[in-house]
Structures are given as C-alpha cells and as structure tokens.
C-alpha cells in the first residue's frame, strides 16, 4: 500500500503467540492483506519474544527445545485509515504494548 490514504500501526508484543494473535486479527477479521503485516525484532537481536507463553513453555518442556527469550517482538501493518482504530483494538486486545500510527 503505497498511497495518502494508508497509514502504518506498529506494536510490540511480550511473546510470539500475542504477535500472531493480533495478526490473525487483523488478516481474518478485518481483512487486511498479510502481505501488509510484518513481523520483527524489536531489538537488534533475533528473538522469540520477551517472555514465554504458556504454549511455548509447555512445547520446550515436552520437546527439549528452548526458544531465545531476547527481546519484544515488533508488528506493523499498512491499514487504511478507516481500519485504523480496529487494528489498534486488535494489537491492544492481543497484549501490544507502544502501539502507535504514523
């Protein structure tokens, strides 16, 4: 999306299941293009998130392997800016801490 119209919302998230939480709001219910979503580290180094989730800790347990606990995980999305108060819902209801729109 390359146009006036669109804006960018960004995010962070604790852990990866709260970023792919909010992107599968924002792609199933509130039909944004995936190809609009990117996912990141919020830092310089690769992360898996801040913390564990739940699942996470419970799949390391049971298969012995152990994600890197580094840092937040970034969100952006390009969203008209008629979707832009439900993506901020969306990233915020998934646990998205420094939600801004640019």
Do not use: K, P, W, Y
């Amino acid at each position: 999306m390359g146009d006036d119209s669109v804006s960018t919302i960004r995010g962070t998230f604790a852990t990866r299941e709260a970023a792919e939480r909010a992107i599968e709001h924002l792609v199933q219910e509130h039909g944004i293009d995936r190809s609009d979503v990117f996912v990141a580290a919020a830092d310089a180094a690769n992360t898996a998130g801040a913390a564990a989730s739940e699942r996470e800790t419970a799949r390391a347990e049971n298969s012995g392997l152990d994600a890197a606990l580094r840092g937040r995980i970034a969100v952006s999305a390009d969203v008209s800016r008629s979707q832009i108060a439900r993506a901020e819902q969306a990233f915020r209801e998934a646990g998205a801490a420094d939600v801004e729109t640019g």
